[in-house]
Nanobody, 118 residues
């Protein structure tokens, strides 16, 4: 099983980035996919998740109307489009996969750094 996240980088406040996470080794279309982030000295926090079909999407309040999660089951990839970035969005972003029936995320990617300068 492998989750590879990429697309992070350094961007100015107000800018945008698109993160991608490509999965292999499991049936991607059967898993809920999520994005999490962890800032220095802080606990990891939930950012967004998307249902297996892509029809249901949930976000943490702080990113609503700025971030969009999407998925392409044909490409085994989940995306996080981030706009109007703020310095407080600076963190390592992780993608994760959860079986629909399970309470916790089963697989995690290695993370990609997002740094937003003011």
């Amino acid at each position: 099983v492998q989750l590879q996240a990429f697309g992070g980088g350094l961007v100015q406040a107000g800018g945008f980035l698109r993160l991608s996470c490509t999965a292999s080794g499991f049936t991607f279309s059967s898993y809920v996919m999520g994005w999490f982030r962890q800032a220095p000295g802080q606990e990891r926090e939930f950012v967004a998740r998307i249902s297996t079909s892509g029809f249901i999407r949930e976000y943490v309040n702080s990113v609503k109307d700025r971030f969009t999660i999407s998925r392409d089951n044909g490409k085994n990839t989940v995306y996080l489009q981030m706009t109007s970035l703020k310095p407080e969005d600076t963190a390592v972003y992780y993608c994760a996969a959860k079986n629909q029936l399970g309470p916790t995320y089963d697989y995690w990617g290695q993370g990609t750094q997002v740094t937003v300068s003011s």
